[in-house]
């Protein structure tokens, strides 16, 4: 018996890693909804949506705020944040910073999809 296809949110100002995200979960069974930034996503509504994955450095609303924004509406919805700026948790080992759901660019994408899905999984 198959589960509903679950939908991953994947904010980012880089259509690469839009691409590339989509790519990563589509193989994987899972369904992608893409946004260039944060306000298309609030737009379109996260009612549908999983899990969400975003930037942390976008123009407008960065991922923080989104990831604010997003747990007052939904406080269950999963939030990944992505960065390119190195000086964010590089204290910390890939794996202890994917446990708390920040991943470094460029992203291990077996470690972020095996991440969204053990939450997805609980």
């Known amino acids: 018996m198959s589960h509903p ?3 991953i ?5 880089d259509v690469r890693l839009r691409e590339s995200l989509e790519n990563l979960f589509e193989s994987a069974g899972h ?4 946004f260039g930034s944060a306000d298309a996503l609030l737009v379109a509504g996260v009612d549908e949506i999983d899990c969400l994955i975003t930037d942390i450095g976008m123009p407008g609303m960065d991922g ?5 924004a997003v747990g007052r509406l939904r406080p269950d919805l999963p939030v990944f944040l992505v960065t390119g700026r ?6 910390r080992p890939a794996e ?4 708390a759901g920040l991943f470094r660019k460029p992203i291990d994408g077996q470690l972020l999809l095996a991440t969204v899905e053990k939450i997805l999984d609980h």
């Open 9 to 13: 949110a994947v904010v980012d100002d």
């Open 96 to 99: 202890v910073a994917a446990a």
């Open 86 to 91: 190195h000086e964010i948790g590089t204290q």
């Open 5 to 7: 296809k679950r939908i």
């Open 64 to 68: 923080f705020q989104l990831r604010d």
């Open 31 to 34: 369904a992608v909804r893409t």
